[in-house]
Nanobody, 123 residues
Framework: QVRLVESGGGLVQAGGSLRLSCAAS????????MGWFRQAPGKEREFVAA????????RYADSAKGRFTISRDNAKNTWFLQMNSLKPEDTAVYYC????????????????WGQGTQVTVSS
């Protein structure tokens, strides 16, 4: 059974940092692209960051550029989202996702999703 499990969310003050992790199990994801999305209350799930299977090519939403960094450890079937300089508007449930598509561009390109981890940034 394929599972993606996020961790690392929590409550942080504005300007602080969090590191989210996504642990994958059930298959080897080293050949999958991976991404992070988020969903705030009353809003649609939106793209945050993505990386190719090697991690060599990354892509970020404008809101994440310069503050967030996506990375992965294929040996551990785990990927990460380092979030710095957090803002109250970053408050959302964050989801990791995996895609067999080499460079997924939309939510529909992703094949597996985690259950999400809550990130709350206080002002």
């Amino acid at each position: 059974q394929v599972r993606l499990v996020e961790s690392g969310g929590g409550l942080v003050q504005a300007g602080g940092s969090l590191r989210l992790s996504c642990a994958a199990s059930g298959r080897t994801f080293s050949s999958y692209a991976m991404g992070w999305f988020r969903q705030a209350p009353g809003k649609e799930r939106e793209f945050v960051a993505a990386a190719t299977w090697s991690g060599a090519v990354t892509r970020y939403a404008d809101s994440a550029k310069g503050r967030f960094t996506i990375s992965r450890d294929n040996a551990k079937n785990t990927w990460f989202l380092q979030m710095n300089s957090l803002k109250p508007e970053d408050t959302a449930v964050y989801y990791c996702a995996a895609s067999i598509t080499p460079r997924p561009m939309t939510r529909d390109d992703y094949d597996y999703w985690g259950q999400g981890t809550q990130v709350t940034v206080s002002s």
